[in-house]
């Protein structure tokens, strides 16, 4: 098929008189011939990512091509590194399948007869046969894929035969889970345009490892991509694979004002496919408190994140702060007790060091004895007796992972 489509575009080419590309209907580069001549940023970046950021192609989009029967021209955008295009739509009876896109950078080329060549016919029949196979082979893989995070161990070892029968997976083997989360600015839900964005990160994500090595999948607020835990030649090791994520989603979403940053949740290896559902609840536990936990970075690993690895899985359980510290419950919702908090978790995470404490915060050692003074008649609590401490301890991190109390405070 790709053989047929290549000849395709080589004849587009060569009928037009420069270089063409041809994208699917979601704008995912399917094949192009031979580039010469002016190439924008957007051409390159296209053809080596093979795909379209979101952001052009909204803006492309809202020139019609989308439900253009005929030709499009599309003007320069110097801000997206863009230069004026012919856009021709491909459609089999009436149906979407595709763009032909050429570069007209000096704004003289001729409108483009395909149809009168029959080359347009030949395309859409070959886009068509390609996206017939192409759905039907993503709808399979995603069925399975979904099934492998299903709770029955049986119903998920007949998912992994069925991706081995299928070929669509190499082999069976360790595998590890990688969870990627757009986080929306409050009150906001990341858009269609992020969702592109995260499918785009993910599909390349899985070229990079493989695509016969890796699966992918998006459900409604996150991806998951799931990978060969044993690196190999040319295939990244998991925690590079989930930098590589991150570094993608912070390229196709940094125009999105539905996106107000991004977060890779890594969790641990497992020994088969089959068991995959166990690391993937550890990725998806990490990218969600890193979502709540800016400080811990973009990249979350489950096995790096200590006491909150407890506190999620309590956190399963509906455990509340006034659950483990009923004191500190009160002191909370006051905004003006937000200095004691912080001083009082500072002073917990030193081990009860009055001296590092004041130092670190830069207190006067008198205020700060004043504080956790204060701290203690406002919290009902005796900072001289460790269970105390540890019960304060927990409840703060707890705090922080639901939101109560801002790692920023």
Known sequence: MRVELQRIVDAVAAHAGRPALIEDRRQRVVVYSEQTGPVDEVRRASILRRQTVPEVIAWLRDFGIA??????????????????????PVRHHDLLLGFVWFIDSDGTMADVDLAATGLLKELSLALYRENLLGELAAQSEAEAAWTLLADSPDTRDQAVRALLEAGMIAADGPRIALVARLVA???RQPDERARIALEQSLVAARRRAGTREALHLVRHDHGVLLLPAEPSAGRPTPEVAARHLDDDLQHVTRSLGSVERTVVGVGQTRPRLADVVESYAEALHAARIGAQLPTLGRVVLWSGLGIYRVLARLGEQQLTVADVHPGLARLLPAPGNQALLATLERYLDLAGNAHATAAELRLHRTTLYYRLQRIEELAGTDLKDGAERLCLHLALKLARLTGHHRPEA
């Not at 439900?67 to 021709?88: F, Q």
């Open 67 to 88: 439900d253009a029967r005929a030709a499009v021209r599309t003007p320069a955008c110097p801000e997206l590194d863009l230069m004026p295009r012919l856009c021709v």
């Open 185 to 187: 600015p409050r009150q």
